[in-house]
């Protein structure tokens, strides 16, 4: 059974740091994207980062560009995302989520979810 698992979300002050880490199980990696989402209340989910496992190329949304990096690790079977100079509008639950062959970075592309983590960047 195909499983994603977040963990390290928290509450951070504003410049602060947080990593956040994705678990995957039941799957090989090997064919998919791993992609980062997160939505704000009264917002739509929306793309933060992507990675595609085969090759490692990445998509970044211009809003954490320079900020935050996306990296794989296929023998741990996990993805991480280091999040730097957090912001307050960096503020959402941030979901892991899975997509066959990772060609692109939006949520209609990507089919298995984890159960979000919250991040709230606040002084």
């Known amino acids: 059974q195909l499983q994603l698992v977040e963990a390290g979300g928290g509450l951070v002050q504003p410049g602060g740091s947080l990593r956040l880490s994705c678990a995957a199980s039941?799957?090989?990696?090997?064919?998919?994207?791993i992609g980062w989402f997160r939505q704000a209340p009264g917002k739509e989910r929306e793309p933060v980062s992507c990675i595609r496992i085969s090759d490692g190329s990445t998509y970044y949304a211009d809003s954490v560009k320079g900020r935050f990096t996306i990296s794989r690790d296929v023998a741990k079977k996990t993805v991480d995302l280091q999040m730097n100079s957090l912001k307050p509008e960096d503020t959402a639950v941030y979901y892991c989520?899975?997509?066959?062959?990772?060609?692109?970075?939006?949520?209609?592309?990507?089919?298995?979810w984890g159960q979000g983590t919250q991040v709230t960047v606040s002084s």
């Open positions: 039941g799957f090989t990696l090997d064919y998919y994207g």
């Open positions: 989520a899975a997509g066959l062959l990772g060609r692109l970075c939006s949520p209609r592309a990507y089919d298995y």
